[in-house]
């Protein structure tokens, strides 16, 4: 997406977007995709429109999941969120998938590596970018303890959430799990027919 760059999408709420991030999906669509997402989980704020205007399921955040991992948790525990910056996940971000209640969120620093890559293109080693997500993760476990599942915003963190669930002993969610659960909806698995037994029906 031409001009759909970090800020924009971030601190812009990727405001006079809407209409490209519509042809583009059409574009999609007419190639043959049968589902779409986006690689921003900011982009929830266009999760409606989005899914009005195109005529495939459409999935834009990694947040949907909140709603469905929170009915997965014991009592009295809930879901955080680590995201790219915690002060730009607003209420309406989590209005536009389904929550009305305030989410444990942790942001990552803005002069840190993670966005000097998305920000400025700096190179960055896995250690320096997983060491700076975990250290986020921990610092939301620490804030709130009845964490019992952790959903990953930024659709450049799901390499370290094999990592992060180690290192706090929570399950991880992010885009790729989300896009599996999209895709095995719109793609159906095919299981081999069993061989009939003597006596079944035909």
């Not at 977007?17 to 583009?24: G, K, M, Q, R, V």
């Not at 969120?105 to 002069?111: M, W």
């Not at 952790?150 to 991880?172: D, F, H, Q």
Request: negative net charge.
């Amino acid at each position: 997406m031409r001009g759909a760059d970090a800020l924009r999408v971030i601190d812009g709420r990727a405001e006079g977007l809407l209409d490209a991030f519509i042809t583009a999906g059409l574009d999609l669509v007419a190639h043959g995709a049968s589902a779409i997402s986006t690689t921003c989980g900011f982009l929830a704020l266009h999760q409606k429109a989005l899914a009005a205007a195109l005529p495939v399921p459409v999935a834009t955040s990694s947040l949907l999941q909140i709603p469905i991992v929170e009915r997965l948790l014991p009592q009295g525990r809930t879901v955080g969120v680590l995201t790219m910056d915690a002060a730009k996940l607003t209420p309406d971000h989590f209005a536009a998938v389904g929550v009305d209640h305030p989410v444990p969120t942790e942001g990552l620093p803005r002069d840190g590596v993670f966005w000097g890559m998305i920000r400025d293109n700096r190179n960055a080693g896995h250690a320096a970018l997983r060491d700076e997500v975990i250290a986020a993760a921990r610092r939301l476990a620490a804030r709130a303890p009845e964490i019992g599942a952790i959903v990953l915003e930024c659709t450049n963190m799901p390499p370290y959430a094999a990592e992060v669930s180690r290192a706090l002993g929570l399950p991880v969610y992010d885009i790729v799990t989300l896009g599996d659960w999209l895709m095995a909806g719109v793609k159906p698995r095919v299981y081999p027919q069993a061989p009939h037994e003597p006596g079944d029906a035909a």
